[in-house]
């Protein structure tokens, strides 16, 4: 039976007066339910008073924040609960939290005492010189059980969630009770939550998930039932749970609602009924798309599910979509509605214009759901809680999520991904979402997750994690997005797993995902000859493993395009034959490259330093990328950025001639491409000049700063193809930009640029000139070699994979 909704919210509403209005209303209704225990609201609402007056006759008020590492149990809605009627604010540290997470959390929040049982074993170091309270052994009987008076108000903080950092420091959001109580009043409508609802608190209550769980039951009268944590990490005891309880109200993750579905299809009988009538999901982006199993196996009695996106800064929800089952059979992206009818949602573009309908931007939020900042972090707080362009009120903010989305045909949000997410691989952006969408779109896979690893040479391999509802091969999945996918997208491996780990808060833990295993894919035959094994031994060198059999193939093992001419390179040199690269795909085991020994034509020259011409031709890449600049002018769009942070002084002298080190090293940094007699040609500098401005700006300008600056445009003719900029954000914070011109290089060169500078830079600050290993050769000499090798012909794939093989050695100052 629907519950009578609640009445509306008045605006100076605390969290404890809605609750004690609950209390007055039924008190002997169950409120929470652990175990095998039950506690009334009256009873709930006695225990939280005595514990209350306890705080109080301690010193605990409005402004304060008191920590809580408590286990799952009645304790712990208690302790919440009696926080906020003291007055002040609760600081939820995960029992499972690593002891120097809470350490770093208690330092920074300074909490004016911390509750804990002598059961979670808080470390004493962890705690610092806060006091501790253990509530295991705390007798607060004769403490009064009257409710408390306190002068709080609707402004003061309720709560401070503590959220990972883009600097790797977690910073502590101040969530104030108007901003809770306003997010229920403001979605009532919607969900007409009441007292015969009943709730789970299934996340941890250090993830904001929590607050809409707990204060969704206590605030409409409905029943809590609180989670064991082994069973909210296992699936089918899950599903139990929600059948023997009743459970009217879900709030999921995604990642965990697949797994409850699976479970749900894995039962006997499939397809239960449970007492679900709202399962709302938040905390990750939904591919609608992947509830249509769900919707097929419960065709009537489906709950309704609705999908919130939302963010700790913003109060748990931003905005609102009922799905249906015609979305779920529809495309794979992740819509997540309108926004909540108290807040404000804009997607702006850099310069915070607002964007078209289908142009991808960034989110900003604005209204009533917006947090007071980040506890003791001022600069933090000014960077992401910014000023209102579009705000009728003066002095409104907005928050700036990092989220990307656009605006749908429908008039709704599409989550696109995060500003931040994007990964650069082999010279190419991918969003991994993309990669995802596609593994999902296979008819057995359930869960996809890609992400990026760095093998143990170095290289960075796209990596895919797939759950399956039934028996798959990970070759079979690379052949399916191999089908969808361009080849710089496809996973150098798929990796099959019963599960995909969760974190404490029900969010993908990337973390805890295994390592791919390139060994050999199957037992295969022995070498049958001495260039079978050699040429086994240089795949295994190559893709960085111990062994690769006969017949297992190059790009099974994580091989691509660079690492097979890097293969290429290693035959040349161990077998003196020339192998075209095109014959490394067409056969991509040790057994066919070995058969092509015998017939391969001599390798070609080596390359080495030669006699030049008064007049230098360009090579044919060269002269590609010159044409290019002539027809289009100066412009960005060969550009390759680098930017390196630097922490601590800077020494500008030193990183001045830091880069003059690197510039007069390699000659194609100070390569010009002036013409004469209508060709250009090259001319090597000698010793130019390399400036380094510097400019000062803020973290928020920043990100603008370096755009504007990685669109620099060259001159070709008359200047070096690389340019240098520094920005100082503090005396201790500073982003170096390089930008190189590709006509002087390739992806490949930034990391031995990097290196190249950093051992300059090093030198010179210990007053010294760096020490160089000698180049056998320098980059004039590679267009020569080039051109009388290779003449005009214009075959993309030799080129390049010469440039860039020339280019792995050559910056790395190896032979």
């Known amino acids: 039976m629907l519950g009578v909704p609640a009445a509306v919210v008045p605006s100076g509403a605390t969290l404890p007066g809605l609750f004690e209005a609950r209390v007055a209303a039924g008190p002997g209704a169950a409120a929470v339910v652990w175990g095998g225990s039950t506690l009334s609201y009256g009873e709930l609402n006695e225990r939280a008073n005595r514990l209350a007056h306890e705080l109080v006759g301690r010193g605990v008020g409005p402004e304060d924040v008191v920590a809580l590492a408590l286990p799952r149990g009645v304790d712990l809605v208690v302790a919440v609960v009696a926080v906020l009627k003291a007055g002040a604010a609760y600081l939820p540290l995960d029992p499972a939290y690593p002891a120097a997470r809470v350490a770093y959390m208690v330092a920074d929040a300074r909490p004016v005492l911390v509750l804990t049982t002598g059961e979670s074993r808080l470390a004493a170091e962890a705690v610092g010189g ?122 999921q993750t995604p990642s965990a609602f697949h797994q409850l579905a699976q479970a749900d299809a894995d039962a006997s009988p499939p397809g239960r009924r449970l007492g679900l009538r709202t399962v709302v999901f938040g905390g990750e982006a939904l591919q609608p798309s992947r509830l249509a199993d769900w919707y097929r196996r419960h065709p009537d009695d489906s709950p309704t599910l609705i999908n919130m996106y939302g963010i700790t800064e913003t109060t748990v929800h931003v905005t609102y979509q009922a799905l249906t089952r015609e979305r779920a059979t529809g495309a794979a992206a992740s819509v997540i509605g309108a926004g909540i009818p108290d807040l404000r949602t804009y997607v702006l573009g850099p310069g915070l214009e607002l964007a078209a309908p289908g142009v991808v931007g960034e989110l900003y939020v604005a209204g009533a759901g917006v947090a007071r900042g980040y506890l003791g972090r001022p600069g933090l707080t000014a960077e992401r809680f910014v000023a209102d362009p579009y705000a009728v009120e003066p002095g409104s903010r907005m928050y700036r999520t ?37 593994l999902t779109g296979h008819p057995d896979v359930t869960e996809a997750a890609a992400v990026v690893r760095d093998d143990r040479s170095g290289d960075a391999r796209l990596i895919a994690y797939v759950v399956a509802r039934a028996a798959v091969r990970a070759g079979d999945m690379r ?264 006509i002087a290089g390739d992806g490949w060169s930034l990391g031995p640029l990097a290196s190249d500078l950093t051992r300059a830079y090093t030198a010179r600050v210990e007053g010294r000139v760096p020490e160089w290993t000698a180049l056998p050769v320098q980059y004039a000499d590679y267009t020569l070699w080039q051109n009388e090798l290779l003449g005009d012909q214009d075959d993309p794939d030799s080129l390049f994979a010469t440039q860039i093989e020339y280019w792995r050695g050559a910056l790395a100052g190896l032979p």
């Open 402 to 438: 990092g989220d990307l989305v656009r605006w749908n045909p429908d008039g709704e949000l599409e989550f696109v991904g995060r500003a931040d997410h994007q990964v650069k691989i082999r010279g190419f952006r991918i969003e991994p979402g993309e990669i995802e969408n596609v």
């Open 479 to 742: 052949e399916f997005a191999r089908d969808r996918l361009p080849d710089h997208m496809v996973p150098a491996a798929v990796v099959v797993l019963d599960r995909m780990p969760l974190t404490a808060n029900g969010k993908l833990d990337k973390a805890a995902l295994p390592e791919p295993d390139f060994t050999v894919l199957r037992p295969g035959r022995e070498a049958r000859t001495p260039q079978e094994q050699i040429v086994c031994d240089l795949f295994a060198q190559v893709l960085g493993l111990p062994q690769v059999g006969v017949d297992d193939g190059f790009f099974d093992l994580g091989g691509h395009s660079l690492l097979a001419t890097r293969l290429i390179a290693r035959i040349r040199a161990a077998f003196g034959v020339e192998l075209e690269l095109r014959a490394l795909f067409d056969g991509p085991t040790p057994s066919a490259v070995a058969a092509l020994l015998d017939t391969a034509g001599p390798a070609r020259p080596t390359l080495v330093a030669r006699e030049r011409p008064p007049v230098l031709p360009l090579s044919s890449a060269q002269r590609r990328l010159w044409f290019l600049h002539k027809m289009e002018g100066p412009s960005a769009t060969y550009n390759i950025p680098l930017v390196i942070r630097l922490t601590g002084t800077v020494d500008r002298d030193a990183l001045r001639a830091a880069l003059g080190d690197v510039v007069a090293r390699h000659e194609s940094l100070r390569t010009v491409f002036p013409e004469t007699d209508d060709a250009p040609y090259q001319r090597i500098l000698d010793g130019p000049n390399v400036g380094l401005p510097a400019t000062r700006v803020t973290e928020a300008e920043l990100p603008g700063a370096l755009e504007s600056g990685a669109r620099y445009a060259f001159d070709l003719s008359a200047e070096l193809p690389v340019h240098a900029r520094l920005f100082t954000v503090s005396e201790d914070r500073h982003a170096l930009l390089l930008v190189v011109h590709h």
């Open 130 to 251: 806060a006091p501790v309270v253990l509530l295991d052994v705390l007798d607060v009987r004769e403490r009064s059980s009257d409710n408390p008076v306190t002068a709080l108000s609707a402004d003061h903080p309720a709560y401070v969630i503590y959220t990972s950092g883009s600097t790797g420091r977690p910073k502590g959001v101040v969530v104030a009770h108007r901003n809770v109580t306003r997010l229920f009043d403001a979605t009532r409508k919607w969900f007409g939550f009441g007292p015969d609802d009943v709730w789970t608190l299934f996340h941890s209550y250090a993830f904001d998930f929590s607050v809409w769980e707990l204060w969704g039951a206590l605030l409409h009268g409905g029943r809590l039932v609180v989670v064991p944590y082994e069973v909210s990490r296992t699936p089918s005891a899950f599903l139990d749970l929600l059948a023997e309880h009743g459970v009217t109200v879900l709030n």
